[in-house]
């Protein structure tokens, strides 16, 4: 009864969650699309290639894959790693299509000297060498925004100014970026104002209570509703996934973010990924 009722209070919100496989190392892949599945989300985050079929199993998707877009301190802002990751994109952007998962994560890396200037000009470049793959193939490559003031030292794309100048510069559908709130918060704050202006550049999201990256829950300082209320204004139809370290029992935090980031109705017609089908015989399917 507890897994029909929790699937039915999911059917109709507004925002399509899902949650990182990494915060809950003591669950097998399996273990966790079971229990996401009983709590309603709509698949798992941050998977490896060989995993992303896995959350099909149990109804759910890959929400978001690695495909080898670089590390967080080198990746995209230097030019020398533009071939490995156009090489690994070209290997796995592809099984990412076949297996429904609509976002890839990219990174910009560490400023190590480099201005933010000469940095966004390279990110550009790299970015640019991949978007065909990403465009032909439907899957969206998403560079994440990371906060360089506790987690993260150096880190170039740590303000959503930068990032959106990157990401309307390349001028693709298929290229957003990631916009961790637990990560804007601690760097920017002005969350809701932020993301409203810059929705058309936001392809996924990421959660995280503020300190500490836990449970979301009121000894932290983020308001969700009135963040995902937000989000779910703006029309946005992909993916908030949970990203935070659970203190407590981690299935019960995990439900009561849920329940936080519930926005009650339905927006017909829409697709999780955001996009219509490109083609006749479009594989993707309808949540």
Avoid at 19 to 37: F, G, H, I, N
Avoid at 186 to 201: H, Y
Avoid at 222 to 251: C, K, N, R
């Amino acid at each position: 009864m507890l897994f029909l009722l929790e699937l039915g209070a999911m059917s109709d919100d507004r925002i399509h969650q899902s949650v990182c496989q990494w915060c809950y190392p003591k669950m097998t892949l399996d273990e966790l699309c079971t229990t996401a599945r009983s709590l309603g989300l709509k698949g798992i985050d941050l998977l490896k290639v060989e995993e992303y079929e896995v959350p099909a199993r149990y109804g759910l998707r890959c929400t978001m894959g690695y495909a080898g877009g670089g590390e967080i301190g080198h990746a995209m802002n230097r030019v020398e790693n533009h071939a490995a990751i156009e090489e690994a994109f070209r290997k796995n952007i592809p099984l990412a299509a076949r297996a429904n998962v609509p976002n890839v994560i990219t990174f910009s890396g560490n400023r190590a000297g480099l201005s933010d200037a000469e940095g966004a000009r390279n990110t550009i470049a790299g970015l640019n060498r991949v978007k065909r793959i990403a465009e032909d193939h439907g899957v969206t490559i998403c560079m994440e925004l990371l906060n360089s003031k506790v987690n993260h030292p150096d880190y170039m794309c740590d303000h959503t100014a930068w990032g959106v100048e990157v990401v309307q510069a390349v001028n693709s559908p298929r290229v957003k970026l990631l916009y961790d709130i637990y990560h804007m918060q601690i760097m920017e704050g002005d969350l809701i104002a932020t993301i409203e202006a810059n929705i058309g550049s936001i392809g996924h999201f990421h959660t995280g209570g503020v300190p500490g990256r836990h449970e979301l829950n009121d000894r932290q300082e983020v308001q969700w509703d009135g963040v995902m209320h937000a989000i779910a204004g703006t029309g946005y139809s992909g993916y908030v996934a949970h990203e935070f370290l659970p203190v407590g029992d981690p299935v019960e935090g995990l439900r009561q973010a849920i329940a936080r980031c519930a926005v009650p109705g339905t927006v017909p017609g829409s697709m999780t990924d955001g996009s219509p089908p490109d083609k006749a015989g479009d594989k993707r399917f309808w949540l």
